[in-house]
């Protein structure tokens, strides 16, 4: 809590101290006084009427103070089967670690309008919510389009006031790390009617090289498409790996992983993003141009610089010749044995590395955050600002209650305070968060350079530069797992794959990810319009098949000009127009 709240909520109850009934013992400590006004909560009903307005005032317009009488709500649970809770305990979806640790702060209990498994059957529910117009008093809700129809349809409250007045400052400071991107896209004619859940930056993807073969034939560190291009044919030709004339594979790329393509997914795996991004070209992401026009990067000129350089690889052998029909468990195999040694993918690629960890414990996997241009820097484009929106029922008592509940959350699992807590709840919660037990009814949000911070955090702490409490409870976890990986390379010993695992991702990956230099470019459009709901899979089609036949030299480069007049012939002009009209509302 910021020292302005410290001090408002302090004066506050030092007034209420003085009524005829006492509501809470007062204290110069914040805990104390959260403790005090917790365990009175039960005889408010005895209390003075002003007394009891005040407590129900400062609970609805402070981020932290509790409720004097238990507020129920109903929420959409999204309830799945890696849903477990600790053996030998009476946790359910409605009393586990996470509603304890609201109860307790701040004196809210969750019921369960509807219960959904993720995915399908969760946005079934909501939808099928929407259309009876029996909405949770909280819910989540999964995608824009979905949103702005609550909004249109008056079916949700205006949270502005209640952001204003309830927002901590731990909040606040996450929704900054990343501009206030995510409450923009939760803002509408002015008024907020979401509390929307960042997305996190996963960076540009990095090039991961098998580093022990870089050191056995000399090769310097990567920075250009001809540095990278060499080192691949090196790999290949002069084979140390030892697999054979022919044998050793080439940059690994896919058509589809997790549904999208060998471009266009942010942070993705096996994609070759960097190779468009360094050209100025931004597959499948509604860009803005200089006269704040919106165009399709796909379609753009500039594709073709890209397109050219993998065609050229593919001819002569740099990438994955059967890339038309390899799938990921393929790829894995390929990086497993030892087969491949290149492919593009983010920080947290060393999952994807893990088999060649456990058959070769010498096999040594390097990040590069490659090509860079002329200024030194390397180019992406930004994600989605928003995974999903928090939205409640319109007419509902206390809409402050999402705040409040969702500040709850970030104080304990986006702060220290997991540590410097000494409640019995909170160390509950905080053995079972650990654990993955139970069933979160609200949720948190992280800060949009979370990954760095993570990093900065576990190496300051493994070099002796930081308390190992001074960071969040999940950075403490993957600290002693990174601790236990140095100490077992110290003492000569295999690691842990587990230790080794978060080693990689956390510290090998995560300081290129920290030390790079990036131009990055912000989407305009992350919506559906009308005609995308009729034509858009038809459109996607046609351009995924034009970009694997140019890839593997079916069609030559023109024949990508020929795709975009057929591309906007089919629809794309027309939604282009679209896209342009709703984002210059």
Known sequence: MGRN?????????????MTSIMLVGCSNNDSEVSKSA?????????????????AWMLAKTTPDA??????????GATVTSSIKFPEGSNDTTTDNGYTRLYKEKINIQNTNKFEASDGEDY????????????????????????????????LIEDLTDAYNNCASDLMKEIYASNNNKALDMATVDGKLYAIPTTQISGGPELLWLRGDWMDK?????????????????????KDPGKNGSGKTVGLALIPKYNNQFLYGSYAGGYQANNIFTIYGAFP????AQADGSAVYGSVQPEMKQGLAVLSDWYKRGLIDQQIAVRTEDDL???????????????????????????????????AYAVPVGKDGKVTAYTNNPVQNYFVVRKGYEHPELLIKGKNVSLAYNQSSQAFSDTSDTVKYYRDTVNGQYGLDPLGGFDYYNAAQLSYQHISEALEGKRDEHDMTMYENTLYESCKRYQEAIDNNQKPETDDWLNYQCRIAGGKVLNDTQMNLVDPVFYNQTETMKLKWATLVKMEEETMLKILTNQENIDYFDKFVKDWKAAGGDQITQEVNAAIAK
């Open 5 to 17: 709240l410290r001090e408002k909520l302090t004066a506050i109850l030092l007034v209420t101290c």
């Open 38 to 54: 917790i365990g009175q909560k039960d005889s408010t009903s005895d209390t003075s009427g002003d007394s009891t307005e005040d």
């Open 66 to 75: 509790p409720y004097p009488e238990t507020v129920i709500y109903t929420v």
């Open 123 to 154: 946005i079934q529910k909501v939808s099928m919510a929407i259309t009876t117009g029996d909405l949770p008093d909280i819910m989540r809700v999964d995608d824009y389009a979905t949103f702005k129809e609550l909004v249109e349809n008056d």
């Open 217 to 237: 034939l000399g090769l310097s560190e990567p920075k250009t498409l001809d540095d990278i291009a060499n080192i691949i044919q090196e790999f290949i030709e």
């Open 284 to 287: 499948k992401q509604w860009i």
């Open 332 to 366: 894995k195999g390929l990086i497993g044995n030892g087969q491949c040694g290149s492919f593009f993918a983010g920080w947290w690629a060393p999952y994807h590395t893990v088999s060649s960890y456990t058959l070769n414990p010498d096999a040594e996997w390097r």
